[in-house]
Nanobody
Framework: QVQLVESGGGLVQAGGSLRLSCAPS????????MAWFRQPPGKEREFVAT????????YTADSVKGRFFISRDSAKNTVWLQMNTLKPEDTAVYYC????????????????????WGQGTQVTVSS
């Protein structure tokens, strides 16, 4: 089991930006897809973005495409989610997740494809 530590959440006005970070504790995840999911109040957890182990492939949900960008730095063993032009509907608990790349295949948008999860960080966007 991999421990994932998220940081960077908070309260921001609509139109603002935040950057979330996720770092695995004590382990390098170069062969893992790293993803961000979110769970808005009263709703199901939903896919936001994911990045392959080498960082050469990224996938982003249509709802945030062009505003949110996922990246990873293998040397720093960190994954970031840059969130721009935030909207009140982006308010949610954001979770970092990791899954072994060869097992995920084409299921990178499914929460069940990821075995390791962080504790979540709250993002609140005020109107």
């Amino acid at each position: 089991q991999v421990q994932l530590v998220e940081s960077g959440g908070g309260l921001v006005q609509a139109g603002g930006s935040l950057r979330l970070s996720c770092a695995p504790s004590g382990r390098t995840l170069s062969s893992y897809f790293m993803a961000w999911f979110r769970q808005p109040p009263g709703k199901e957890r939903e896919f936001v973005a994911t990045v392959s182990g080498s960082g050469d492939r990224t996938y982003t949900a249509d709802s945030v495409k062009g505003r949110f960008f996922i990246s990873r730095d293998s040397a720093k063993n960190t994954v970031w989610l840059q969130m721009n032009t935030l909207k009140p509907e982006d308010t949610a608990v954001y979770y970092c997740a990791a899954g072994i790349q060869y097992k995920i295949g084409a299921t990178w948008s499914r929460s069940t494809a990821y075995d390791n999860w962080g504790q979540g960080t709250q993002v609140t966007v005020s109107s």
